[in-house]
């Protein structure tokens, strides 16, 4: 099993930046691909950054050149680095990894975008 814990979303003013991060834990010695999904009020989850288990990183059209996806030192730790902020960025962010064939979902954190 795979279980995915995220933090950092918080209220940040249109410019700005915010960084989550997402941990997983569980017995899983390989390196899994992961990403960070986002669903606003409204609208459907959508994908905002992805990276594979070799470091692939892949971006949507709406965050490319503002987002970065990284890992972290710990196996399957992922980061999400956000910068200049826009109020469509408003959303609750999950955190999503593949293993097995199976996929599976952190609890999301919220991001608002708001001056």
């Known amino acids: 099993q795979v279980h995915l814990v995220e933090s950092g979303g918080d209220l940040v003013q249109p410019g700005g930046s915010l960084s989550l991060s997402c941990t997983s834990s569980?017995?899983?010695?390989?390196?899994?691909?992961m990403g960070w999904y986002r669903q606003a009020p409204g609208k459907q989850r959508e994908a905002v950054a992805t990276i594979t288990s070799d470091d692939k990183t892949s971006y949507s059209d709406s965050v490319r050149g503002r987002f970065t996806i990284s890992r972290g030192n710990a196996k399957n730790t992922v980061f999400l680095q956000m910068s200049s902020v826009k109020p469509e960025d408003t959303a609750v962010y999950y955190c999503h990894a593949i293993w097995r064939a199976g996929h599976y979902w952190g609890q999301g954190t919220q991001v608002t975008v708001s001056s």
């Open positions: 569980g017995s899983i010695l390989t390196i899994l691909p």
